[in-house]
């Protein structure tokens, strides 16, 4: 889920990569805090590809701007993209999303913005980690499939 401003600093104690950076303001506050630790965290930003109100995430035609910001943070190394599109009733309906999501990525790799290394596509869950997969995704969360269904 999102990272809170005030629980970076016990993150950074934790976590060596972290998938849901959204905001400028928590970019600027992890950027401060790794630069007094010297150290350098990875980093994904989340896209929220299916503009759901509920959800964290920039808007894919914010995305441009928002890396370009984020190539000024020596300490943050941004190493790619994640989205949790709307939950699928079947794992079909995630296609169109991660599809977009891969457009998105393509697009962006080979525009080349400085300072950013768009390696990694981290798209798909239990629910519908295959179609990722068949849509690009290098990177895909399970959690249910391997745990089962929480509690």
């Given amino acids: 889920g999102r990272l809170q401003r005030n629980k970076a600093r ?8 972290l998938q849901t950076l959204d905001s400028l303001p928590l970019a600027e506050r ?5 630069a007094q630790q010297g ?5 994904l930003v989340q896209v ?6 509920q959800k964290a995430g920039v808007l894919p035609e914010e995305l441009p701007g928002f ?12 190493r790619g993209l994640m989205a949790i599109p709307p939950a699928p009733v079947r794992p079909e309906d995630s296609r169109p999303y991660f599809r977009a999501m891969r457009k998105l990525f393509q ?12 390696e990694v596509l981290s798209m798909g869950m239990s629910a519908d980690w295959e179609v990722a997969v068949e849509e690009g995704a290098n ?6 499939i391997l745990f089962g269904p929480r509690a």
């Fill in 30 to 34: 992890l950027e401060r805090l790794l």
């Fill in 39 to 43: 150290r350098e965290l990875s980093v």
């Fill in 48 to 53: 929220n590809i299916g503009r759901e109100p």
């Fill in 107 to 118: 697009g962006l790799r080979a525009e080349g913005i400085t300072g950013i290394e768009l």
């Fill in 139 to 144: 990177m895909i969360r399970l959690g249910t």
């Fill in 10 to 17: 016990r993150a950074l104690q934790i976590f060596d990569w």
């Fill in 67 to 78: 890396l370009s910001q984020l190539a000024a943070f020596p300490h943050l190394k941004v």
